[in-house]
């Protein structure tokens, strides 16, 4: 039904910067969001410490900002632009989780 479509958005970039929009938006909601239980980065460190709470979502947020300014690429490549979306979004996530476990040890564990 909506394959015509689909393929017309996709051929003119449309997909590629609704993600960058997306990612940015991300990226600002994060830095500004305070402790609670239903938007952020919700892992066993962030949630034990409000101080590992704002360092991972200001880093996340700058991680996020970043992701968007790099899915832009994919407005040159259509075809890729999902696969470097799915890309960029895992290797984000993953970095906040990392960085939110070391940030906790450095903060309790030295």
């Known amino acids: 039904m909506f394959g015509g479509l689909w393929d017309a958005l996709r051929a003119i970039g449309i997909v590629p910067l609704a993600g960058c ?3 940015v938006a991300a990226g600002f909601m994060l830095e500004a969001a305070e402790p ?14 409000e101080e590992v709470w704002r360092d991972t979502h200001k880093r996340a947020g700058i991680a ?9 690429a994919g407005a040159f490549s259509p075809a890729d632009a999902l696969v470097l979306e799915i890309v960029l979004f895992l ?17 309790w564990f030295e």
């Open 36 to 49: 609670n239980l239903l938007f952020g980065v919700h892992t066993r460190w962030t949630m034990a410490d």
């Open 21 to 23: 929009v997306l990612f």
């Open 91 to 107: 290797a984000v996530g993953s970095y906040t989780v990392v960085y939110s476990y070391y940030d906790y040890r450095s903060k």
């Open 64 to 72: 996020y900002k970043l992701a968007g300014v790099v899915s832009l």
